[in-house]
């Protein structure tokens, strides 16, 4: 079983930046698609960004440019750099262990617990 904790969510103004963490308990992570969901309220969780163990990356077509996913092999964690954070990307985000590369929640197996993002204007 791979445990998910993400960090380094928070409140920014629009045009902003932040860098989530997500640490993994072990190296089996490596055998997942690694991805970033976000859930804004009363809206479905949807896929924001996916690596893979090859460092193959996806992106939602809301954040791509915007948005960089990476992993760090030495220390277990995938990041999400945020850039040119807009109100709209408002949500609490979360890191998840797929499967298969399909940035889709219902493939995800682990999930971690979720930071808040908060975009004002």
């Known amino acids: 079983q791979v445990q998910l904790v993400e960090s380094g969510g928070g409140a920014v103004q629009s045009g902003g930046s932040l860098r989530l963490s997500c640490a993994a308990s072990d190296d089996t992570y490596r055998n997942y698609y690694m991805g970033w969901f976000r859930q804004a309220p009363g809206k479905e969780r949807e896929g924001v960004a996916g690596?893979?163990?090859?460092?193959?990356?996806d992106y939602a077509g809301s954040v791509k440019g915007r948005f960089i996913i990476s992993q760090d092999n030495a220390k277990n964690t995938v990041y999400l750099q945020m850039n040119s954070l807009e109100p709209e990307d408002t949500a609490m985000y979360y890191c998840?262990?797929?499967?298969?590369?399909?940035?889709?929640?219902?493939?995800?197996?682990?999930w971690g617990q979720g930071t808040q993002v908060t975009v004002s204007s």
């Open positions: 998840a262990a797929i499967w298969a590369r399909i940035l889709l929640s219902r493939y995800a197996t682990y």
């Open positions: 690596i893979d163990s090859d460092g193959n990356t």
